[in-house]
Every structure is written in C-alpha cells, then in structure tokens.
T-cell receptor
Framework: TQLLEQSPQFLSIQEGENLTVYCNSS?????LQWYRQEPGEGPVLLVT?????EVKKLKRLTFQFGDARKDSSLHITAAQPGDTGLYLC???????????FGTGTLLAVQP | GAVVSQHPSRVICKSGTSVKIECRSL??????MFWYRQFPKQSLMLMAT?????????EQGVEKDKFLINHASLTLSTLTVTSAHPEDSSFYIC?????????????FGSGTRLTVV
C-alpha cells in the first residue's frame, strides 16, 4: 500500500509568517499533486508536478518535487488568513493510476 | 474545464436504510471514477475504483457488499450505502479521471455529507 505522510499535521501561524509543508513516501509516483480543501467541499487542485527536482510557483506558493519522485514540499510565503484550509498532497501511480492522498496538513492563519 | 457533479450534497437517513450518491462528469467522458471517504479533519481515504462497464475494485478493508458501486455509463457512477448505520456517517467524495495528453487529470465532486441517525 502506498502511503504519503505529511508533516506537520496541524499548523497555526500568524499572518505574514512563512511555512513549509512536507509530503513523504517510500514509493515512487508518476506525478504528485497538491490540493487545498475547505470544510464541506471537494479538494481543489493547486498544482501537479511530474519531473523529479521540478519546482513550480503559484503566487506565494512554491512547490517542489523530490529528485527521486518520492517526496514533495509546499512553501507558503507571507501567509494570509485566506490560506487557511486543509492541504493535501496526492500521488498517482501504479497500473490503475489511482490517486492516493497524504495524511493532510490543517493550516490556520490568524489575522 | 472539466466539471463533476455530485448529488445529493447532504443526506440524512435512518439507520438500516440505503442511500444512493450520484457522480456525473458533465462535459467529458470518464472511464474511471474514484470514491473517497473523509472523516472530520482527516484526509481522503480511497474506497474503490469504479470502471465503466466492469466491477469496481475495492481497497483493502472496504466492504463491497455494503458500498455498492455501479458505473453503467461513461458519465455516471453511483455509490449506494446499504443498510446504513451511524458509523457510516461521513463525507463521501467522488473523482473522475480523464486523459490529458500523456497524463491523467482528476476532477472532484463537491462531496456528499451523509448523516445516519
């Protein structure tokens, strides 16, 4: 079974602070995605990374895929209250390309 | 862009009854759909992979006789929770997979909040 461990599990910070969320696995994935989810809604795709070592930026968010395609990180610069939510990494792979989600990181940004 | 419609968004049912949740891909064909379950403040747990025209593939620990999945067309998959009990109360989310170039894209429904009383 593919497992994706995220850390930290919970994070409460002040507006303006920086943070990094990690997503680690012992399995190799053909692609890895990051999602943000609000309560009572489906997850919303933020980014897809497919190449080992790849770095993608989305405004204040920076995503990195590990060289071995087993891990990834999400860095948020100058966090804002609107960034509050559940952040999920998800890896796709295997014969069926099913999407397996990480354990999740619940972020709260205080104004 | 690709849109997945999931209904109902909320349902309350009595213990022992069955509930059907629908997942439709509105503007694309999805040969494969996935069903997830999510408890409060936790991640999404994959329950099963639904393939059009064939039997669903269930993840370890998921009872196939309790969570019936039907994927009769390229745009519709249904999940039926049979003989529901309070412990089945959860947030259920579907996802449809579509080929985009050499990669796959995954589009999620907005989820169904099931409460069994």
């Amino acid at each position: 079974t593919q497992l994706l461990e995220q850390s930290p599990q919970f994070l409460s910070i002040q507006e303006g602070e920086n943070l990094t969320v990690y997503c680690n696995s012992s399995s190799v994935f053909s692609s890895l995605q990051w999602y943000r989810q609000e309560p009572g809604e489906g997850p919303v795709l933020l980014v897809t990374v497919v190449t080992g070592g790849e770095v993608k930026k989305l405004k204040r968010l920076t995503f990195q895929f590990g060289d071995a395609r087993k891990d990834s990180s999400l860095h948020i610069t100058a966090a804002q209250p609107g960034d509050t939510g559940l952040y999920l990494c998800a890896g796709a792979g295997g014969a069926t390309n099913k999407l397996i989600f990480g354990t999740g990181t619940l972020l709260a940004v205080q104004p | 862009g690709a849109v997945v419609s999931q209904h109902p968004s909320r349902v309350i049912c009595k213990s022992g009854t069955s509930v059907k949740i629908e997942c439709r891909s509105l503007d694309f064909q999805a040969t494969t759909m996935f069903w997830y379950r999510q408890f409060p403040k936790q991640s999404l747990m994959l329950m099963a992979t639904s393939n059009e025209g064939s039997k669903a593939t269930y993840e370890q620990g998921v009872e196939k006789d309790k969570f019936l999945i039907n994927h009769a067309s390229l745009t519709l998959s249904t999940l039926t929770v049979t003989s529901a009990h309070p412990e089945d109360s959860s947030f259920y989310i579907c996802s449809a997979r579509a080929q985009r170039g050499l990669r796959f894209g995954y589009t999620f429904g907005s989820g169904t909040r099931l409460t069994v009383v």
